[in-house]
């Protein structure tokens, strides 16, 4: 299972950004998706995640501003990034719980991550 993440780049303050995430390869099944981020000296953290079912779940930080999407066919989540501001900046990855043939449990995996930055 891999998962390819793309859009990342430098845009201005209050521009606007698309990440987009693909999963592929042995996959039975994918519960949440989601995307995370990791600024220069912080931790990794949630910006968003969503549930096979739709459910999102949103940081304080980037409600209002950012809005996940997910096609279940493709297994494919989006992130569109809206309002961006500088502590935006950071290495966005995505997530995705997934259970691949022949694993009888769901697991964690990750995509390489794509650079984010917004200049003031």
């Known amino acids: 299972v891999q998962l390819q993440a793309s859009g990342g780049g430098l845009v201005q303050a209050g521009g606007s950004l698309r990440l987009s995430c693909a999963a592929s390869?042995?996959?039975?099944?994918?519960?949440?998706m989601g995307w995370y981020r990791q600024a220069p000296g912080k931790q990794r953290e949630l910006v968003a995640a969503i549930t096979s079912g739709g459910n999102r779940n949103y940081a304080d930080s980037v409600k209002g501003r950012f809005t996940i999407s997910r096609d279940n066919a493709k297994n494919t989540v989006d992130l569109q990034m809206n309002r961006l501001k500088p502590e935006d900046t950071a290495v966005y990855y995505c997530?995705?719980?997934?259970?691949?043939?022949?694993?009888?449990?769901?697991?964690?995996?990750w995509g390489q991550g794509t650079q984010v930055t917004v200049s003031s």
């Open positions: 390869g042995s996959i039975f099944s994918i519960n949440a």
């Open positions: 997530n995705g719980l997934i259970t691949s043939y022949g694993l009888g449990y769901s697991k964690d995996y």
